[in-house]
């Protein structure tokens, strides 16, 4: 293909009707290229988790889309309930924030590696247990059987990330959705999975959206940084450009220094000026 992988255009998401109608996103835009990496960065409801999940058709009770989401030539919002099944097992792989939300808590973590393999014949069940095993050792797991017959609550958190990243992959998608994936690790282990997902995201040469608040993270595995505030995208730059100080929001700029630093002491939190987002883009 010649065009982007995934195209979001003008997306506008919004709950109620009339004049009790909530607007959750508004006129959202982005375009994802195969193979590139691109980060979406904002503080909690800023949209960021709702434009993914608009990808893979995964909207709010009673939300009313406009605008369109177009992967791969085809738009989401279009497809029938068949193909976005379709869709979502094999050409979109999703790491979501909590593992465990992921799970069938009472199944075994075989069972959920190659539950999309079942109605298949017996020799591609056996492929997909040998492929799960493979995975399972390439997201640094030296004993792949214990874990295919553990339960979800026998790994710990980091552990489970991991079997979600090998499941993401499974199917070898084209793209990948990384909601938040390490906000529930600790530090060492949040390196570690970032570092993994972003090294098997290449070797597939695969394309990821990768949501989180750290700007900081973003910019370390991501060719492109989108900036979200009050589901309006309000600024998009390259990690040289956030390096150099090339940012013209005063929104992005106060995510920079709201991250922890041990050199400076901080008495509080920056201020954005106010009306700065209300004048310029949320009733404009």
Do not use: W
């Amino acid at each position: 293909m010649t065009g982007p992988l995934l195209d979001v255009r003008d997306l506008r998401l919004s709950v109620g009707e009339g004049d009790a109608a909530l607007p959750l996103l508004r006129n959202v835009s982005l375009t994802v290229a195969p193979g590139e990496s691109v980060g979406i960065v904002g503080e909690s409801g800023s949209g960021k988790t709702l434009t993914v999940r608009s990808v893979i058709g995964m909207l709010p009770p009673g939300a009313t889309e406009e605008g369109d989401v177009v992967y791969d030539g085809r738009s989401v919002p279009a497809m029938s309930g068949p193909e976005l099944t379709r869709l979502r097992r094999d050409e979109i792989g999703m790491v979501f924030q909590d593992p465990h939300a992921s799970v069938n808590p009472v199944h075994r973590i075989g069972d959920f590696l190659t539950e999309t393999y079942r109605r298949q014949s017996r020799r591609e069940r056996a492929a997909a247990g040998q492929r799960a095993r493979e995975l399972l050792r390439r997201v640094q797991f030296t004993d792949p059987d214990r874990v295919l017959e553990s339960f979800p609550h026998q790994l710990s958190g980091g552990m489970l990330q991991r079997v979600m990243i090998a499941a993401a992959v499974l199917r070898e998608p084209r793209l990948l959705l990384a909601d938040e994936p390490t906000t529930a690790l600790d530090v060492t282990t949040q390196a570690e999975v970032l570092g993994l997902l972003d090294e098997i995201r290449r070797e597939r040469e695969a394309a990821m959206v990768f949501i989180t608040h750290d700007i900081e993270v973003v910019a370390a595995i991501c060719d492109r940084v989108i900036v979200m505030y009050a589901g309006v995208v309000v600024e998009e730059l390259t990690p040289a450009q956030l390096h150099a100080g090339q940012i013209t929001e005063p929104y992005t700029e106060a995510l920079l220094a709201c991250r922890p630093d041990l050199t400076r002491r901080r008495d509080r939190l920056p201020d954005v000026p106010p009306g700065t987002f209300e004048q310029r883009y949320v009733l404009s």
